[in-house]
């Protein structure tokens, strides 16, 4: 039982570069978020997703693309990077319905330059 | 909007106890939590509230007061290895989190 995937674990982009970062769980959660971590600011919450075909955005979507075409993955797409995009990136996820504990991924930092 | 407030960093000694206060003003609540986050590392779940009072688990407990829009975290019998960030959360339709607080654990 792998819990919660995320790829890469490191990444170094240049402005207006885009990529794609990946999370994929196995415990047939329906509910996925990404989050990013910047220091005295905490987690910051970019999109959301409460189960296949839907996600929502957060408090910081801008820049960020999302899609949920399984229950298992929930890509982020940076469209065009920026160095306000440098960061760590956290993928979480929760079963729902009354079971809101959520499970993180190991996390992606991401550097733009 | 959603506030949600805590101290940004606290010193405490091995072995005494230690309280970590988490202040939440959001637009709907469905339950507190609390996770721990060692540096460099993921966060981990550590107590979860949804109604008044006082949950236990070992060394750690949290309160919720709803009314007040207040929780508490308490770590008792601190040791080094409760040197960590610890990350109040609230649930509603999504999860936001309060900005952390860095807990120093000395000899």
């Known amino acids: 039982n792998a819990g919660v995937t995320q790829t890469p674990k490191f990444q170094v982009l240049k402005t207006g570069q885009s990529m794609t970062l990946q999370c994929a769980q196995d415990?047939?959660?329906?509910?996925m978020s990404w989050y990013r971590q910047d220091p005295g600011m905490g987690l910051r919450l970019i999109h959301y997703s409460v189960g296949a075909g839907i996600t929502d955005q957060g408090e910081v979507p801008n820049g960020y693309n999302v899609s949920r075409s399984t229950t298992e993955d929930f890509p982020l797409r940076l469209l065009s990077a920026a160095p306000s995009q440098t960061s760590v990136y956290f993928c979480a996820s929760s079963g729902g319905q009354g079971s809101w504990t959520l499970h993180f991924g190991n996390g992606t930092r991401l550097t733009v330059t | 909007g959603q506030n949600i407030d805590q101290p940004t960093e606290m010193t405490a000694t091995e072995g005494a106890i230690v309280q970590i206060n988490c202040t939440y003003q959001?637009?709907?609540?469905?339950?507190l939590f609390w996770y721990q986050q060692h540096a460099g590392e993921a966060p981990t779940f550590l107590s979860y509230n949804v109604l008044d009072g006082l949950e236990e688990k070992g060394r750690f407990s949290s309160f919720l007061s709803r009314s007040k829009g207040y929780s508490y975290l308490l770590l008792k019998e601190l040791q080094m290895k409760d040197s960590a960030s610890y990350l109040c959360?609230?649930?509603?339709?999504?999860?936001?989190f309060g900005a952390g607080t860095r807990l120093t654990v000395k000899p």
């Open positions: 959360a609230v649930k509603h339709n999504d999860m936001r």
């Open positions: 415990m047939n959660h329906e509910y």
């Open positions: 959001t637009s709907g609540f469905n339950g």
